[in-house]
């Protein structure tokens, strides 16, 4: 059985959650402080974090970063309106994902099952083919259809959206993305990504203001829409 | 007693006239009576008396009618003189040479002193306007530290206060200009401040200091001191020192007013601040119990009578928890962007951003409450990049199309967002077919808590429009209203664009058209 390290102090909040998670069929180890947490995630195999910022004894990102010197269980930051830097440094640090308080159930559930399809339990390949609503990426025949037509892509426009395939589901910071596809000279420069995301959109998405597959996170990055189908 | 420099040429000025009119009267003599002679010494006499000090003069008016006794007056060579023939030449003479002298002596003085009043009548004046035209103390300052070494001083010296009175003198309490001071004359000017009294040479008060300590006064207290370095060897002028202590006194008025100023100013601030929380507070125990009050509605509903409600009725208490928790959220992170706008607190996280995508974020974030798809979103083709706040910018965006949405009625038709470029200004439209703003309330819907009237139906916490205007602003750009040709309102924002920096296009990603 999947097991998933919830560390809230909200009581209420805790309660709620581990419900909703054990509906799904989860195993659910609960933690109200930083200590406590400490403590069983080095005791309990544990596959994914859901970690809170705020706790009574530390901020949670002290666990994430301890966590991240030895292994890369998937660790998603679950917060009261955290600010854009905060995402960025917190994204930087190793988080997978993290989600803004108040959140449903379902936008929980959907990046936990993102989260862990990017790093299960079980070390898998990267991602090389994504299939999503009349989109379809096959990076190793470097192929791109859009509704079954063959889509041109500069060199540049493919190796932005592999780096964002490769990551499918989960957002990728405004630095990563410039520093991948452009080389890390080029960090600061978002006015290129701006230009090259429009371009792509326009290519491959059928309204371009209201893309979906190209979605972008304010602020922070872009993020490719989680997959429906999606193989290795 | 030591005779400076001054007098010693004055007086050998003196006696350098007297040989040069008795040199004269001695080349005429042989041709001219001795009366004529005699005019020679008036006349002498009148003209030394335009250059030379009174005593001078006088002293020149004596010595030039013994000479010219003892030279021209027979017998020559005595001062023996016949009374009945010369003792009233020779009593006229002195006489007429005295007067003149003192005469001319005392109009000389008299135009002298005019000249120095309106002088410094002149000077107080400029020190007047420059103070009033300064913003700073330390301005003002500076201004009357000028002022006063504009005048015949050894070296000035100002101590200001920077706030109030330290209980020491502690010389970190107040700033210091001008010359370098001794220990003794730092503790003279902290002695003046704090007696708010003037001391020193010719003032009754430690006279034997060789300079004076005023105080700048304003109406209560000295804002500080000066101090007014003498020539120990010259007279103190009181003169002078009545004009020091004008200027100085100046600047007291002026570090009043201006303490005065600010003291209203921050109050001003303060009453404003005041209103803002308490129009918060009134937000939050208003209209966000609103929102709280259908959730808890729903839920206790859903908690006692769920057996007793239809599967459909369920769904739509459900539904209801969640958009009102959405609402609610929205109103916090209004609430939170107006008092850090307002505040001035928050620091904009500016960067080169896509219309396009911007417009795309808030559509994904507001077709939740658009199920009809009312929104029709018309962007001009390839828009420049805009250099603003991303999550701001969505924020003011999200708020005038959930305005449009919530006050055009579902049936009245779409909402359009309208982007597009004219010259160097964006231009963003949002524009719905609702019953449009009243003239009256146009100019007071971008206040906080103004909702639209009779519209009850309405919920919101009246802080939207509020908040798009800050961000507006906080932009450099502006939010406004027009109403449109067939009905409802138009919300224009316009932001003046700036040129985006350049890019290199790699060679490879050059489009080859087939």
């Known amino acids: 059985m999947m097991c998933v390290l919830l560390v809230e102090d909200d009581r209420d909040l805790r309660a709620l959650l581990r419900t909703t998670l054990e509906v799904e069929g989860l195993a659910v180890h609960t933690a109200a402080s930083l200590v ?10 544990v596959d994914l974090v859901l970690l809170d910022l705020g706790l009574p004894d530390g901020d949670g990102q002290t666990l994430l970063d301890e966590l991240r010197q030895r292994r890369n269980t998937p660790v998603l930051i679950i917060s009261a309106q955290p600010s854009d830097a905060r995402k960025i440094a917190l994204l930087d640090a190793g988080a997978d994902d ?28 990267a991602i090389t083919r994504y299939t999503h609503e009349g989109l379809d990426i096959d990076l190793s025949l470097r192929e791109v259809m859009v509704r079954g037509q063959k889509v041109h892509l500069t060199p540049t426009e493919y190796k932005l959206l592999a780096r964002l395939v490769r990551n499918a589901g989960q957002v990728v910071t405004h630095r990563a993305l410039l520093a991948d596809v452009w080389g890390p000279d080029c960090i600061e420069h978002t006015h290129y990504l701006r230009l090259y995301m429009g371009q792509l959109r326009a290519k491959l998405e059928r309204e371009p203001a209201e893309p979906r597959f190209l979605l972008t996170e304010p602020g922070v990055g872009y993020r490719l829409a989680d997959p429906i189908h999606m193989r290795s | 007693m030591r005779i400076s420099l001054h007098r010693f040429l004055t007086l050998l000025g003196t006696l350098a006239c007297l040989a040069l009119a008795q040199g004269i009267a001695q080349a005429l003599d042989p041709r001219v009576d001795l009366a004529n002679l005699a005019m020679i010494f008036v006349l002498a006499s009148t003209l030394v008396a335009f250059w030379l000090p009174a005593w001078a003069s006088a002293l020149f008016a004596l010595t ?4 010219f006794n003892w030279s021209f007056v027979p017998p020559r060579g005595s001062f023996q003189v016949d009374l009945s023939q010369h003792a009233l030449l020779l009593g006229t003479l002195l006489t007429v040479c005295l007067t003149v002298s003192l005469l001319m002596a005392r109009l000389r003085r008299e135009a002298s002193l005019a000249a120095r009043r309106a002088r410094e009548a002149e000077q107080i004046q400029q020190l007047g306007d420059v103070l009033r035209a300064a913003q700073h103390p330390q301005a003002m300052t500076e201004s009357l530290d000028q002022a006063l070494g504009a005048l015949p001083s050894q070296g000035t010296a100002l101590m200001l206060l920077n706030n109030e009175l330290p209980i020491t003198d502690d010389p970190l309490a107040a700033q210091w200009q001008g010359v370098v001071l001794s220990p003794a004359e730092q503790i003279g ?32 207290a000295a804002w500080g001191a000066a101090l007014f370095r003498l020539d120990p060897l010259k007279n103190p002028d009181p003169d002078l020192q009545r004009h020091a202590q004008m200027l100085c006194d100046l600047l007291g008025q002026a570090l009043h007013r201006h303490h005065l100023e600010r003291r209203t100013a921050e109050a001003r601030a303060e009453a404003e601040a005041q209103k803002l929380r308490s129009a ?28 007793r409600l239809s599967d459909n009725q369920r769904r739509t208490w459900l539904d209801q928890i969640q958009d009102e928790t959405r609402a609610l959220t929205a109103m916090a992170d209004n609430t939170l962007q107006l008092v850090r706008l307002e505040a001035g607190q928050l620091a904009l996280r500016l960067d080169w951003e896509s219309l396009e995508e911007l417009v795309g974020a808030v559509l994904a974030r507001v077709r939740q409450r658009d199920p009809q798809r009312r929104i029709r979103a018309r962007l001009e083709p390839s828009l420049p990049l805009i250099r603003v706040d991303a999550p701001l910018f969505i924020q003011l965006l999200e708020n005038l199309l959930d305005n449009a949405l919530k006050y055009s009625p579902a049936d009245a038709g779409p909402v359009d967002l309208v982007v597009r470029v004219a010259e160097d200004t964006l231009l963003l439209a949002v524009k719905d077919r609702g019953p449009g703003i009243p003239v009256a309330d146009r100019a007071r819907i971008f206040d906080m808590f103004q909702r639209g009237q009779g519209r009850s139906a309405c919920r919101g916490s009246g802080l939207g429009l509020a908040v798009c205007r800050a961000i507006a602003q906080a932009h450099g750009g502006s939010l406004s209203v027009r109403m449109r040709g067939h009905g ?4 224009e924002l316009r932001l003046s664009l700036q040129q985006a920096p350049d890019m290199l296009t790699p060679a490879e990603d050059v489009e080859v058209s087939p």
């Open chain 1, 36 to 45: 406590e947490a400490q403590a069983l995630i080095r005791h309990t195999p």
């Open chain 1, 98 to 125: 993290y989600l803004s308080k108040p959140f449903s159930v379902a936008e929980l559930l959907a990046r936990m099952r993102v989260a862990l399809r990017h790093r299960g339990t079980t070390l898998r390949p």
């Open chain 2, 64 to 67: 030039s009618v013994a000479l």
């Open chain 2, 189 to 220: 000017l902290w002695l003046c401040l704090r007696d708010n009294r003037a001391f020193g040479a010719g003032t009754g008060l430690h006279s034997e200091l060789p300079a004076w300590y005023l105080p700048i006064r304003g109406p209560q």
């Open chain 2, 280 to 307: 918060l507070l009134a937000a939050i125990s208003h209209d966000f119990r609103t929102p709280l009050a259908s959730i808890l509605g729903a839920a206790s509903s859903l908690a006692s009578q769920s057996e």
């Open chain 2, 488 to 491: 409802g309102s138009s919300f």
